[in-house]
């Protein structure tokens, strides 16, 4: 049987013993079933695993002993940011989940003219609540150790300007252009539109701020599909695919 992993955002010592938060305590106790004894790794975000075991179960936490830690990350030597416009409903939630599966480095939405998504005050902060916790899933599932960075939500224009990235792409399905296989890099850019993509005027500026157009073949695809495509053309290029 896999090992869980779950993560906290509790400091991790080996030799030393920690009570799991009742979120992670209950999905352990409940809904894997594990009792005392049970080997978990644990990982924080700051690099590294840490080897442990369940010393007792109680209603609402887990005690836990913390032993050896592991400095294996498992992150693409590309930095690669995927900045794309907030689509509605479960299609976010599914880029972040795939973005994160692919090795991506930072994650960013973009407030477009085609963006439905209303993000401000108390709703803007429970999605980004609601986005990190799917990230910090993806990284238990893919053993990432290190959680993609989520910034807040961008307004377009002020992104593409602040962009610094070594290759920037704009995906944009009528351009002929591919990736240039021929190219280096370090640090990439994906800027990719909502349900409806980018409109012209967002193609034309970040083209003007040194964006190259992509295409991904001579098919539309879904917006939640294109970051798929596109992320693991770039890890193949670039990364570690």
Known sequence: MRIPRVFTHQALTPNTCLALAESQSHYLNKVLRMKTGRALILFNGEGGEFGAEIIDVHK????????DFFPENRESTLELELAIGVSRGERMDWVL???????????????????????TGER???KMEHWQQIIVSACEQCQRNLLPKLSEPKIYSDWIS???????????HRDSKGLPKNETAKSVA??????????EDEIASAIDRRFSPLTLGPRVLRTETAPVAAI??????????
Do not use: M
């Not at 989940?97 to 993000?119: D, H, S």
């Not at 693991?232 to 695919?241: A, E, P, R, T």
């Open 124 to 126: 803007a902060e429970k």
């Open 60 to 67: 609402k936490h887990i005690d836990v002993l913390i032993n």
């Open 162 to 172: 602040q962009c610094d990235a070594e290759l920037k792409f704009v995906l944009h």
């Open 190 to 199: 994906l800027l990719i539109g909502p349900e409806g993509g980018l409109n």
């Open 97 to 119: 989940q795939k973005a994160t599966e692919l090795g991506v480095t930072k994650i960013t939405p973009l407030i477009t003219e085609r963006t439905e998504v209303k993000l």
């Open 232 to 241: 693991s053309l770039v890890q193949y290029l670039w990364g570690d695919f």
